[in-house]
């Protein structure tokens, strides 16, 4: 994949206000159409997700995303239309080693396809969709200091002794504050949540945490839990730049709060079902 295509609107409306454009239809329905041909020609019906970030609540449809999952070809385009209006989720959606795909700014889709592929797009014209073209391959994101520690069985085991204490594990499945779900791990469920953490999903595991609402915690990344912290998943609210006051948190319901510095003591990837870890994030720890 050595061509970069960067399909978007021939509308200036369209690339200003998108969905709210009267043009909008004509070129969603022309861009989908590439879409549909572009991967049909791609030789599979499917493709991965990849570098998911969830910035808000996802919507019953997707709730099946995370990273490594595989999307149906109608699923993938219902994907992209709803990133390039603006709705997201965002992510990358790709046939690995045939194509790749992203969104871009102002209603523009950015793919790499192989030259078989790029031959018949360069021949496309179309009323609605503008089709430009340059030599470049995807730019994956550069994880500088990744988490090679992988959620293997000895790494349960030491949850599971852990969790003599009071122990918190933080699921990370995509990016953004949507993008993770907290556990309150004990004895008894220890092994049932090691059954319910997601492939790719970055593990960050915190023994004893200091809870107490704190003003100086205000200022940086935290996350809030309300009350009881009882044995399984639990209700948080993902505070990412820190709040203006303790009382607005609290005012909120939430009792407990966890600077997001503390996640960085004990992290590890929860490898596919074939054993390998192809999962990769940055460290939480500080540079």
């Given at each position: ?39 049909e020609k791609s030789g599979s ?96 994101v550069d994880v500088s200091r ?142």
């Open positions: 994949m050595s061509t970069e295509f960067i399909l978007s609107p021939l509308s200036e409306s369209v690339r200003v206000v998108l969905t709210d454009a009267p043009a909008w239809s004509a070129y969603a329905a022309e861009l989908r159409g590439v879409l549909d041909m572009v991967i019906d499917f493709l991965e997700v990849g570098e998911l970030l969830v910035s808000q609540p996802l919507p019953d449809r997707y709730m099946s995303l995370r990273n490594g999952v595989e999307v149906s070809r109608s699923e993938a385009i219902d994907l992209i239309e709803g990133m390039v209006a603006g709705r997201g989720p965002y992510c990358r959606l790709s046939i690995p080693g045939k194509l790749c795909i992203e969104s871009g700014w102002d209603g523009g889709v950015h793919l790499y396809a192989t030259p078989v592929v790029s031959a018949d797009l360069m021949a496309f014209r179309s009323r609605d969709v503008s089709l430009q073209w340059r030599n470049a391959v995807p730019e994956f990744p988490v090679d520690a992988v959620a293997d069985e000895k790494f349960w085991h030491a949850v599971l002794k852990a969790s003599e204490r009071t122990t918190l594990l933080c699921e990370r499945w995509a990016h953004g504050a949507y993008g993770c779900r907290w556990f309150r791990v004990t004895q008894g469920n220890a092994m049932e949540v090691a059954r319910l953490v997601r492939p790719r999903s970055l593990l960050c595991v915190v023994s004893e945490p200091d809870l107490q609402p704190k003003s100086e915690v205000m200022e940086e990344d935290f996350t809030a839990f309300a009350a009881p912290l009882l044995p399984g998943e639990l209700a948080y609210q993902a505070y990412p730049g820190g709040a203006d006051s303790l009382s607005d948190v609290i005012g909120q319901g939430f009792s407990f709060i966890l600077a997001d510095k503390a996640l960085s003591n004990w992290c590890a990837v929860v490898p596919d079902p074939d054993g390998v870890m192809r999962g990769q994030w940055e460290s939480p720890g500080e540079s």
